[in-house]
C-alpha cells in the first residue's frame, strides 16, 4: 500500500540517505518543508546546491575551501613549519576554536579502519608526505581522534615520517578542563598519567 | 527496564546519533548483543575509554527491547597494543569481525568469549605475530563452533595420511588422491602443513612462536584455511579485503626504489 504521494515519497528516501536521518526523522523533515512557503524551500535548496558547487578541497591541506588554496594556506602570517594532521574538515574547525594554533592544517579525510575497508592509501597521507619532502617542515602535530582508529593513524604516521627527520608530535589525551578525576574513566586517567609533564 | 551485569568485550563500534555510539559486545553469559553508550564520543564521558574496539570491561546494562544501554564500565584491558599497530589492529578487526559474522545474538558462548579474549591477549604481547595469531583463531574458532575439519583421514573413504594429502574446504577435511575430485576447491596439503594445521588447533598461541611465515608448509596451511573460513562465511569479510589491499600497497612499495609510503612494518 502506497501511503504517500510519490513526490513525498522520493523526498522522504532522499533526506533518509543524510546521516543520523532515519525513516521517522525523513518523514518529519518531509513534512516541514511541505509546510514551509515555497520561497523558503526555495531559498534552501538554492543554498545547498550553491554550497556545494562552491565549496572544494584546498589543494594543499584537504580543507573544504571556496578559494583553492585555502584562508589558512595563503595566510602569510600562519607558521608554515608547523603542520598539524586531522581527520576531518570538522576537526580543523574545533581546532581553529582554541585560538592557540598558528601553524598550518593538513585533512586526511578519515582515519585508518579495517572494520570500514579504509587503508592508508585510501586517505591523503601521500599528499602529506609530498608536503614534508618539499622541505620547510620541522614539526608535525598528529591531532587525529583518541580512538582505535585515531590511535593507529597516529601511530602510521609517525612510523611514516620519521624517516624524514621531521618531528612529529601527538595531542595529549588526558583529563578535561573543568572535570573532576572522580568522573574520569580509567582509561582517560591511565592517559593523564602516561602524559604528564613536569612543573 | 531491568540492569544486568556482564564481563563483555567490544568486536565493533559505530557512531549514532550527535555523540553516541553503538557497540557490538560479546559476553560469555549473553553471547553477542548491541548497546547504546549513549554520549561516548564527548570527552567527558566516562563511558569513553569503554566504548573502544577491543575493549574488555565489566559492564552494566539497562536491557532494552532491542538494544540495550550502556549504563556503566570497568575497563580489564584495552589491547593497547592492538590499537596502535596497524598488522595487529587488522588481524584484530579481522578476529572480532570473524567472530561477528559466526555467533548469533544472545546465545550464551563462554568457549568463544574465553577464545577471543585469549586471542587478543596473544595479540596484544609485544613478540606476536598477528597473522600466526589469526590463523590460529581461525582454526580453533572453527571447530569450537561445530566446523571442525578432519586432519587425520581421508573424509570421502577413511584413507589415512599420508595418502590424505589433499584438503577439501567443501567436504570438510582431508582428500585422498582418489577422492579430491569430490571437491574442486580442494587444495595440497603435504605432511608439514597437515601438521601445522592440527597444530593450530590443539596448541595455545605461545607454543605456536616458532611457526615460520614463509615456508611451503605454511603457505599450504593459510591458503587450505583461507578457503575453509571463505566458505562458512557467508558474506566477504571487509578486514580481509584490508589485510590484501595494505600487503599489496607493501610489495608495491618494496618494489618501488622511491620509497613512497614506507610504513614501520608491513603487515604479512
Not at chain 1, 598550518?104 to 599528499?127: C, F, K, Q, T
Not at chain 2, 581421508?154 to 569430490?182: I, K
Request: charged share 25%; glycine share 8%.
Amino acid at each position: 500500500m502506497q501511503f504517500y504521494a510519490e513526490p513525498l515519497s522520493r523526498l522522504i528516501d532522499e533526506l533518509r540517505r543524510l546521516p543520523g536521518v532515519g525513516a521517522k526523522t525523513g518523514q518529519r523533515l518531509a513534512f516541514h518543508l511541505l509546510a514551509m512557503a515555497p520561497a523558503d524551500v526555495q531559498r534552501l535548496a538554492d543554498t545547498m546546491v550553491e554550497a556545494r558547487r562552491r565549496i572544494t578541497d584546498c589543494s594543499i591541506c584537504g580543507n573544504l575551501t571556496e578559494a583553492d588554496p585555502c584562508v589558512t594556506c595563503s595566510d602569510p602570517s600562519r607558521d608554515r613549519s608547523c603542520i598539524c594532521v586531522v581527520e576531518r574538515p570538522e576537526d580543523v574547525i574545533a581546532m581553529e576554536r582554541t585560538r592557540e594554533y598558528r601553524g598550518v592544517y593538513h585533512v586526511l579525510g578519515a582515519a585508518i579502519s579495517p572494520m570500514e575497508g579504509v587503508g592508508p592509501g585510501d586517505i591523503r597521507l601521500a599528499e602529506l608526505v609530498n608536503r614534508v619532502k618539499a622541505g620547510g617542515v620541522t614539526e608535525i602535530i598528529v591531532a587525529t581522534n583518541p580512538n582505535t582508529e585515531g590511535e593507529v593513524t597516529a601511530v602510521y604516521i609517525a612510523n611514516l615520517l620519521r624517516p624524514l627527520g621531521v618531528r612529529v608530535s601527538r595531542i595529549a589525551h588526558g583529563v578535561p578542563v573543568g572535570g573532576d578525576l572522580e568522573y574520569a574513566d580509567e582509561v582517560t586517567l591511565a592517559r593523564a598519567l602516561e602524559g604528564r609533564r613536569v612543573m | 527496564m531491568a540492569m544486568v551485569g556482564c564481563e563483555g568485550i567490544v568486536l565493533r563500534v559505530r557512531d549514532f546519533n550527535e555523540a553516541d555510539r553503538i557497540l557490538t559486545i560479546l559476553s560469555a553469559a549473553e553471547g553477542k548483543f548491541e548497546a547504546v553508550a549513549r554520549g561516548a564520543r564527548r570527552p567527558r564521558s566516562s563511558m569513553a575509554g569503554a566504548a573502544q574496539l577491543f575493549t574488555r570491561a565489566n559492564m552494566m546494562l539497562f536491557r532494552g527491547r532491542s538494544l540495550d544501554t550502556l549504563s556503566s564500565a570497568e575497563v580489564l584491558s584495552t589491547h593497547q597494543r592492538v590499537r596502535s599497530d596497524l598488522a595487529c589492529m587488522a588481524y584484530g578487526s579481522y578476529i572480532a569481525e570473524l567472530t561477528d559474522a559466526m555467533t548469533a545474538e544472545r546465545e550464551p558462548a563462554p568457549d568463544v568469549y574465553s577464545l577471543v579474549c585469549s586471542t587478543l591477549a596473544a595479540l596484544d604481547r609485544k613478540e606476536a605475530r598477528p597473522a600466526v595469531v589469526a590463523l590460529g583463531f581461525e582454526m580453533k574458532f572453527l571447530s569450537l563452533i561445530g566446523f571442525k575439519p578432519e586432519l587425520r583421514q581421508c573424509v570421502s573413504c577413511g584413507a589415512r595420511e599420508p595418502e590424505a594429502d589433499w584438503f577439501g574446504p567443501n567436504e570438510g577435511g582431508l582428500l585422498c588422491a582418489r577422492c579430491r575430485a569430490n571437491d574442486l576447491t580442494a587444495v595440497p596439503v603435504g605432511d608439514e602443513a597437515r601438521g601445522l594445521l592440527r597444530a593450530l588447533m590443539v596448541r595455545p598461541y605461545a607454543r605456536l612462536s616458532g611457526v615460520g611465515e614463509n615456508g611451503k608448509a605454511y603457505v599450504q596451511a593459510r591458503t587450505a584455511l583461507r578457503r575453509y573460513v571463505d566458505l562458512r562465511v557467508e558474506s566477504s569479510l571487509r578486514t580481509l579485503e584490508f589485510i590484501d589491499d595494505v600487503n599489496s600497497m607493501g610489495r608495491e612499495e618494496a618494489n618501488d626504489s622511491e620509497g613512497g609510503l614506507e610504513p614501520d612494518r608491513q603487515v604479512t
